[in-house]
T-cell receptor, first 114, second 111 residues
Framework: AQSVSQHNHHVILSEAASLELGCNYSYGGTVNLFWYVQYPGQHLQLLLKYFSGDPLVKGIKGFEAEFIKSKFSFNLRKPSVQWSDTAEYFCAVSANNAGNMLTFGGGTRLMVKP | KAGVTQTPRYLIKTRGQQVTLSCSPISGHRSVSWYQQTPGQGLQFLFEYFSETQRNKGNFPGRFSGRQFSNSRSEMNVSTLELGDSALYLC??????????FGPGTRLTVL
């Protein structure tokens, strides 16, 4: 069975700081990778996804993530965060042979100070 | 297109009761998945339905069940509620190889 680890549970940054959130998964086969964001009081929204191809994927709101297969990692980055990025971020994995089942990491709460 | 809708948004039940939650997927989406979100366990997969058939099931007791109708709407049922069932229950829909789109969730409180 696959599992997902997010190393940082809470991150506090000042506006304009750079962001990198770590995500590692364990699964030996082919996976699809996702980052979802949950803003306060709102539902989960997709930031970006990786299915195949270029391992550097760009998502909405200036976020990007890099899939490093050898490290089983899919870290999320943003060069300059804004106060409006305050939210909880979830990394998720689906194995190609597991249908639509998503396995989520524990989430990272990001607080951006104005 | 309208997004995934879930009803009710909030529910309060007592231990031992049962509850039914409803999910209407995005129009045209035939796959519906359910997740439980709690502070302690995070987001956990419950089950997935596709064309009225359960295609996948997570590691939850048999008290948790679901079904899907011919119009792709789905319901999940929890019988003999326990305090630990208090959670946000999320529904997500998908079509083909696209990502899953999540609804706002139903907040269940068990007293």
């Amino acid at each position: 069975a696959q599992s997902v680890s997010q190393h940082n549970h809470h991150v506090i940054l000042s506006e304009a700081a750079s962001l990198e959130l770590g995500c590692n998964y364990s699964y030996g086969g082919t996976v699809n990778l996702f980052w979802y964001v949950q803003y306060p009081g709102q539902h989960l929204q997709l930031l970006l996804k990786y299915f195949s191809g270029d391992p550097l994927v760009k998502g909405i709101k200036g976020f990007e993530a890099e899939f490093i297969k050898s490290k089983f990692s899919f870290n999320l980055r943003k060069p300059s965060v804004q106060w409006s990025d305050t939210a909880e971020y979830f990394c998720a994995v689906s194995a190609n042979n597991a249908g639509n089942m998503l396995t989520f990491g524990g989430g990272t709460r990001l607080m951006v100070k104005p | 297109k309208a997004g995934v809708t879930q009803t009710p948004r909030y529910l309060i039940k007592t231990r031992g009761q049962q509850v039914t939650l409803s999910c209407s997927p995005i129009s045209g989406h035939r796959s519906v998945s359910w997740y439980q979100q709690t502070p302690g366990q995070g987001l956990q997969f419950l089950f997935e339905y596709f064309s009225e058939t359960q295609r996948n099931k997570g590691n939850f007791p048999g008290r948790f069940s679901g079904r899907q109708f011919s119009n792709s709407r789905s319901e999940m049922n929890v019988s003999t509620l326990e305090l630990g069932d208090s959670a946000l229950y999320l529904c997500a829909s998908r079509e083909g190889l696209q990502e899953q789109f999540f609804g706002p969730g139903t907040r269940l409180t068990v007293l």
